[in-house]
């Protein structure tokens, strides 16, 4: 990604002296990646949990939303954040996932 749109495209919600660091440091993405053969989805088998970035400007909410409906996931929605909702909201995510741990155990 341009670095010069890392910010507003990927991390909005993040202070610029961060996310010029985080588009310093990112790693180019392949066509492969995207591409590949993934196998069974372990959603099919395996709980689910999904954080939805309200404000993604990567994948849209509506998308995530969908994803999560198609995989069966226990949804949480963290308003207004970005892409990187692990960074900016890091206290959403981990509730969600410390739930997931209650609920599998």
Do not use: C, N
Request: hydrophobic letters at 45%.
């Amino acid at each position: 990604m341009d670095p010069a749109k890392f910010h507003d495209v990927f991390a909005q919600d993040l202070p610029r002296s961060q996310t010029r660091v985080m588009a310093t440091a990112q790693r180019p993405g392949s066509v492969g990646g995207l591409s590949g053969a993934s196998g069974v989805p372990a959603w099919r088998t395996v709980p689910s949990w999904y954080v939805v970035a309200t404000a993604d400007r990567v994948i849209p909410a509506a998308a995530q939303r969908f994803m999560a409906e198609h995989a069966g996931s226990r949804v949480v929605e963290a308003e207004g954040a970005s892409h990187v909702v692990m960074m900016s909201r890091p206290d959403t995510v981990v509730r969600h996932i410390e739930a997931a741990y209650r609920a599998t155990r």
